[in-house]
């Protein structure tokens, strides 16, 4: 009997010393359960916040790419267009540069892609030589007209009382329009200092227009490309030089404007 007791005795004096220990034990696992409520909170909070930041970051990005897409599309089109007029007027009116030159063709093909596909960052001049230089220079202002769709391009005829004031003038203003462009016909037939003027235009650092196309023709033939060129030099050297401007004024413009060249043999 004496024995129960004592038995009973230690029984509640574990269950004494063990209550406290159960109490921490539930506190402690409400405090856990508490500070995981507490974070799930904050997250949930956290993600409702930075959930509408994350839709309009993703709805930018698929409207840059679909935009972006788009526009290379168009300008793939462009391009296209591009050719295929180009070589429409080769065949119907230059017949042995559409068959035969391929320098030709690959000076158009380059400025098309430039002018017409690319973003241009500085002045292109191609120079035009032969009997139908003028015919070429034209139908190529108007498909760059109708391609790019900036509006005409207008057409300067060059003669020996064109002073450089009036030819920049003239320039100017044909630049200045939406077409960036210019046809300047028979540009063998300046005199004086006007010459001059081309250099400066055609400076791919400090053109007054970093943008511009910019068509020189020499209605005369020359022969086929490349011995054109040195053709092309000494005509000019001859019909430019005088008392106002001599060779070594004249052969910088000369190699400025001839960077893209064609001589037509038609």
């Known amino acids: 009997m004496v024995s129960e007791f004592v ?24 405090i856990v359960r508490n500070s995981r409520n507490l974070w799930m909170i904050w997250y949930l909070r956290l993600v409702d916040a930075i959930m509408p930041l994350i839709i309009l970051l993703v709805s930018c990005v698929f409207v840059g790419l679909n935009y ?22 080769l065949k119907k009116n230059f017949t042995s540069e559409y068959k035969h030159d391929t320098n030709t063709k690959a000076v158009l093909r380059l400025i098309g892609e430039k002018w017409v596909y690319q973003k241009p960052v500085e002045p292109y001049v191609v120079l035009i030589a032969g009997t139908k230089a003028d015919m070429l220079a034209d139908a190529l202002g108007d498909v760059f007209s109708n391609v790019t769709g900036k509006g005409e391009i207008d057409r300067i005829f060059c003669n020996e009382y064109k002073e450089r004031q009036l030819l920049e003038s003239e320039v100017t203003k044909a630049l200045s329009r939406d077409s960036k462009s210019v046809v300047l016909h028979g540009i063998d037939k300046l005199r004086g200092h006007a010459p001059l003027y081309l250099h400066s235009l055609s400076d791919s650092d400090h053109s007054p227009f970093r943008s511009a196309l910019i068509l020189l023709t020499i209605n005369l033939f020359f022969g ?20 106002y401007i001599g060779e070594d004024q004249i052969r910088p413009i000369l190699s400025r404007i001839s960077s893209f060249l064609i001589c037509l043999e038609d």
């Open 7 to 30: 038995s009973l005795g230690q029984i509640y004096c574990k269950s004494i010393e063990k209550f406290p220990n159960d109490l921490k034990i539930k506190s402690e696992a409400k």
């Open 68 to 89: 972006s897409f788009s526009s290379s599309n168009s300008e793939s089109v462009s391009l296209k267009r591009y050719k295929q007029r180009i070589n429409g007027i």
């Open 224 to 243: 086929s490309h490349p011995g054109c060129e040195d053709m092309i030099s000494s005509h000019l050297l001859n019909m430019w030089s005088s008392d």
